[in-house]
């Protein structure tokens, strides 16, 4: 469950840090995002067409929100 949150609210604030924060090397850093997972993998049937796929996007910020979150719940429970 904490990842979870980590993710979600890393990936808010790291929109909003794009929006916010002018050009430049630190929004630069701070927004980049490296993005792994499965490719799309379409089935189709004829009447039903199933699409499969997972995808991920990690920038700093939410690599840090997702640690922050984690060593809450840690701490909280």
């Keep these: 469950m904490s990842l979870v949150v980590g993710f979600i609210s890393g990936s808010l604030v790291s929109q909003l840090l794009k929006m916010v924060l002018p050009t430049g090397v630190v929004r630069d850093f701070l927004t980049y995002s490296v993005d792994f997972g499965i490719k799309t993998v ?15 996007s990690f920038t700093i910020v939410s690599l840090l929100f997702i640690a922050c979150v984690v060593y809450y719940f840690k701490w909280w429970l």
Excluded: T
């Design 42 to 56: 379409e089935l189709n049937l004829g009447i039903l067409k199933v699409v499969f796929g997972l995808s991920f």
